[in-house]
């Protein structure tokens, strides 16, 4: 097995791969001045014949080490994932090379942060690690199929 160390979930880091989404930077006051508006934190695309959709996820906990050997993508669309709990999780990505994931990287979030995968990224499977791993997902909603898999004949680990 191949090991993976997780880094701590930046901006910066993760932009080849997608939006980091969280309440940092620049803000708006609304509600008079009761809340702060992060502004159009992510590029959400949809396609041509797609439309957003807003689902709720429920996944079992899991821990680090993580060991895995399936990654996906989404070719129709972007797919963001907001957790409903302040509890940190693992991001799992990778570039593409030939239609197989190659180069693969991990993140671990801070508690608050969400992310946006961009169309057609290598991610892993939704892994939060603390109960009760529900999280808000926007994504695509059409009737073309948007999921590719891919199985590693070897299974990756992950640590911190």
């Not at 932009?15 to 940092?24: H, S």
């Not at 609304?30 to 159009?40: E, K, M, P, T």
């Not at 996906?72 to 197989?100: C, K, W, Y």
């Not at 946006?116 to 009760?132: D, I, S």
Request: glycine content about 8%.
């Amino acid at each position: 097995m191949s090991s993976i160390i997780a880094q701590p979930l930046t901006a910066e880091g993760f932009a080849p791969y997608g939006d980091v989404l969280e309440c940092t930077g620049a803000s708006r006051s609304i509600n008079a001045g009761l809340c702060d508006r992060f502004h159009d934190q992510a590029v959400m695309d949809f396609g041509p014949e797609g439309q957003a959709g807003i689902s709720l996820f429920r996944a079992q906990a899991r821990s680090l080490p993580y060991a895995f050997d399936l990654m996906e993508r989404h070719p129709e669309g972007s797919q963001a994932f907001i957790p409903m709990s302040e509890h940190p999780f693992l991001v799992i990505v990778a570039e593409d090379q030939a239609n197989t994931p190659h180069h693969i990287k991990a993140f671990l979030t801070k508690p608050g942060q969400g992310v946006n995968y961009h169309r057609n990224t290598w991610h892993g499977v939704l892994t939060p690690l603390h109960a009760p791993g529900l999280f808000a997902v926007i994504d695509r909603i059409g009737s073309t199929p948007n999921l590719q898999e891919h199985h590693f004949d070897t299974a990756f680990v992950v640590k911190e």
